[in-house]
């Protein structure tokens, strides 16, 4: 299984700032993908990351709001823009596991005050 | 919405009784697969079953699937209080190289 990391764990941000979520991963994969939960709700797809090309958004999600990079196989970034406080939740990392599972970072809480 | 839905919301129960929680999705799907959460953090997979399988068993676990119904359950036997979590189901749908999680399941079990 991969080893996921994403940093910061949880942070406080004013409104109208940026944050950039880093996701590491301990070995190669193709594929990544960011997911946003707001609090008490399920995981909502914000795109799919793969290297050496442009992040696919999904319905909802545009590039402007939550640029990515995707700069090698092993690392990815998220930033989420001109925050508000909707844009409070649980940010996750994951990857492409064995027969088409996903393995989980541990998250990252972002309140925007 | 593609999401799937998942019922109950919340369920308790004590120590050793049996959990079950229901998922239905809406579109075909290669796969579907359970998921649990421990408070907000990352999410660990627990098991998958496929399209062509009716029931699947991993330890204290037993997943079913009909597609006919679009339908999945998932049973957890002998509970335990570190079986505290929340449940997702997760579909992954024809052609789309994703997962669409479903709403979930808050399960407290109790000593």
Known sequence: SAVIS?????????????LTIQCQVDSQVTMMFWYRQQPGQSLTLIA?????????????????????????????????????????SIYLCSVEGRQETQYFGPGTRLLVL | ?????????????????????????????????WYRQNSGRGLVHLILIRSNERE???????VTLDTSKKSSSLLITASRAADTASYFCATDVWFADKLIFGTGTRLQVFP
């Open chain 2, 56 to 62: 699947k068993h991993s330890g204290r676990l037993r």
């Open chain 1, 48 to 88: 799919t990351a793969n290297q050496g090309s442009e992040a696919t958004y999904e319905s909802g999600f545009v590039i402007d709001k939550f640029p990515i990079s995707r700069p090698n196989l092993t690392f990815s970034t998220l930033t989420v823009s001109n925050m508000s406080p909707e844009d409070s």
């Open chain 2, 1 to 33: 919405s593609q999401q799937g839905e998942e019922d109950p919301q919340a369920l308790s129960i004590q120590e050793g009784e049996n959990a079950t929680m229901n998922c239905s999705y809406k579109t075909s799907i290669n796969n579907l697969q």
């Open chain 1, 6 to 18: 994403q940093k910061p764990s949880r942070d406080i941000c004013q409104r109208g700032t940026s």
